[in-house]
């Protein structure tokens, strides 16, 4: 069945480092991608999205490419700061749901 | 515009006791969605509704879980009776039928006794 995969936390990193979070995922077909970020205390907001291959998502900084031959979609920020300390949730969009991977905590460090 | 609104925002109870969840979607959106979070399982979603009819339940746990849509402003779901495993925070979403982004409330955090 359709899945998303991502990698575990927490990640740690200092104050205007790079940030990568991978995910891959398993779909029939060619899903809608997301990331959507958790922070704390709050619910899930959607942060960026691609809906096609090559499509390039891109909110606050962060980006992520929709990359059917590796089928995957990998969150990265130039430059990270404290107030990016969240988890965030990469997600496909199959069968008029949206399936979640497991989430990775992020802390930056000031 | 309000968001998606849900309460009670937390809620402890006691074993075997019934507990209701309450949502009420964002205006216009005619899909609804539960999730219940925890750290061993992550997201998983419960149930969802299209124009108030439930569409996938296949992510409810148990006959102990019911989840119910009376119309387009409101959705309960309702746990009975509970148990302590239960305790985790739980999300209603609602969105566009067809769209690609949901829009979560703030989550109801349940803790079981």
């Known amino acids: 069945g359709d899945s998303v995969t991502q990698m575990e936390g927490p990640v740690t990193l200092s104050e205007e480092a790079f940030l990568t979070i991978n995910c891959t995922y398993t779909?029939?077909?060619?899903?809608?991608l997301f990331w959507y970020v958790q922070y704390p205390g709050e619910g899930l907001q959607l942060l960026l999205k691609?809906?096609?291959?090559?499509d390039k998502g891109s909110n606050k900084g962060f980006e992520a490419t929709y990359r059917k031959e590796t089928t995957s979609f990998h969150l990265e920020k130039g430059s990270v700061q404290v107030s990016d300390s969240a988890v965030y949730f990469c997600a496909l969009r199959a069968q008029g749901k949206i399936i979640f991977g497991k989430g990775t905590r992020l802390h930056i460090l000031p | 515009d309000a968001g998606v609104i849900q309460s009670p925002r937390h809620e402890v109870t006691e074993m075997g006791q019934e507990v209701t969840l309450r949502c009420k979607p964002i205006s216009g959106h005619n899909s609804l969605f539960w999730y219940r979070q925890t750290m061993m399982r992550g997201l998983e979603l419960l149930i969802y509704?299209?124009?108030?009819?439930?569409?996938?339940d296949s992510g409810m746990p148990e006959d102990r879980f019911s989840a119910k849509m009376p119309n387009a402003s409101f959705s309960t779901l309702k746990i009975q009776p509970s148990e302590p495993r239960d305790s985790a925070v739980y999300f209603c979403a609602s969105s566009r039928q067809g769209a690609d982004t949901q829009y979560f409330g703030p989550g109801t955090r349940l803790t079981v006794l």
């Open positions: 779909a029939t077909g060619y899903p809608s």
């Open positions: 509704f299209n124009n108030n009819v439930p569409i996938d």
């Open positions: 691609a809906t096609k291959a090559d």
